[in-house]
Nanobody
Framework: QVQLVESGGGLVQAGDSLRLSCAAS????????VGWFRQAPGKERESVAV????????DYTDSVKGRFTISRDNARSTVYLQMSSLKPEDTAIYYC??????????????????WGQGTQVTVAS
């Protein structure tokens, strides 16, 4: 069983940057694709970014392309989401999730087996 813990959220101003971390415990996630998702109040959870097991392939939802970067450090069993040029519409609870296999599509939420509890990101205008 994999346990995922997100950290790094907070309250920032528009234009600021934040780096979220997703740390795995109990079992490594070095063989799993990992995705970041977010859910704003009153909205459905949406996919944000995904990275394959080696970190060589990434994908992003259009609204964050060029602003967010997903990366991973398998030695630390941690996946990061570097967020820059933050906008108020990025305000949401951000979740990380580990897929069942080494690769996973950005929108295939059914492939993600283990989920963290989320970290709040609030961007003030």
């Amino acid at each position: 069983q994999v346990q995922l813990v997100e950290s790094g959220g907070g309250l920032v101003q528009a234009g600021d940057s934040l780096r979220l971390s997703c740390a795995a415990s109990k079992r490594t996630i070095s063989n799993n694709a990992v995705g970041w998702f977010r859910q704003a109040p009153g909205k459905e959870r949406e996919s944000v970014a995904v990275v394959d097991w080696r970190g060589g392939n990434t994908d992003y939802t259009d609204s964050v392309k060029g602003r967010f970067t997903i990366s991973r450090d398998n030695a630390r069993s941690t996946v990061y989401l570097q967020m820059s040029s933050l906008k108020p519409e990025d305000t949401a609870i951000y979740y990380c999730a580990a897929a069942r296999g080494p690769v996973a599509g950005l929108t295939r939420r059914d492939l993600y087996q283990y989920w963290g509890q989320g970290t709040q990101v609030t961007v003030a205008s």
